[in-house]
């Protein structure tokens, strides 16, 4: 079974939701999460701190230098992640519109390269 990442795009510049708006989406996240889970199609999901937080760690000359600051600037970052196995791009695009539901974001998906040992 393929190994697909399912990215979850949010907007730079939005405000946060609402407490009562983001309650309702972290509700439809874990009834998509344990979907999943029933599925036999859970690897792994998680949200991300804000690209603020980032470090970005270069090799130069044999030394890892490390700067502050997300490695692009952008309208738009990676908000967090999912990885699913799913037997076809599909089903991995299935569970993408199913993700895209419940966070209320665009959602990535991508195949990993080659086969992933479980």
């Known amino acids: 079974m393929k190994h697909y990442l399912l990215s979850v795009i949010q907007p730079s510049s939005a405000e946060k939701p609402a407490p009562e708006v983001l309650a309702e989406i972290r509700r439809d996240l874990d009834v998509f999460h344990q979907e999943l889970k029933a599925a036999g199609a859970w690897v792994f999901a998680g949200g991300l701190h804000g690209p603020s937080t980032a470090t970005v760690v270069r090799v130069k000359d044999g030394d890892a230098l490390m700067t502050d600051g997300p490695f692009a600037e952008g309208k738009e970052h990676l908000g ?39």
């Not at 419940?102 to 959602?107: E, H």
């Open 80 to 118: 967090g992640l999912c990885i699913v196995k799913a037997p076809d791009l599909d089903s991995a695009l299935e569970w993408g519109r199913k993700a895209a539901r419940a966070t209320t974001l665009p959602i990535e998906v991508r195949p990993f390269l080659g086969d992933v040992a479980e």
